[in-house]
Nanobody, 124 residues
């Protein structure tokens, strides 16, 4: 059974940085993509970034490019989301998710497994 555990969320001032971690277990993830999504209160879930586990190819929400960076550490089975220059509108619950296969990685509905989420709050 695939398990995804997010950590690293918290309260940060605008302009600050946070690094989220997603520890993945229960499977060999060679043919998987891992994505980060976020959902703010009253808003729809939004794609943030994704990475193909085997190749390390990355995908980003165009609106966030330059501030967010996704990466992985194969030795730790962990995917990271480095967030910088944070804004109050980045406040949301951030989820990592895993999908079998490496197509359509920006679509949340295509993901098979989800973590419990970690809260990120950016104060102005």
């Amino acid at each position: 059974q695939v398990q995804l555990v997010e950590s690293g969320g918290g309260l940060v001032q605008a302009g600050g940085s946070l690094r989220l971690s997603c520890a993945a277990s229960g499977r060999t993830f060679t043919n998987y993509a891992i994505g980060w999504f976020r959902q703010a209160p009253g808003k729809e879930r939004e794609f943030v970034a994704a990475i193909k586990w085997s190749s390390g190819t990355t995908y980003y929400n165009n609106d966030l490019t330059g501030r967010f960076t996704i990466s992985r550490d194969n030795t730790k089975n962990t995917v990271y989301l480095q967030m910088s220059s944070l804004k109050p509108e980045d406040t949301a619950v951030y989820y990592c998710a895993a999908k079998v296969g490496i197509v359509r990685v920006t679509l949340g509905s295509m993901y098979d497994y989800w973590g419990q989420g970690t809260q990120v709050t950016v104060s102005s």
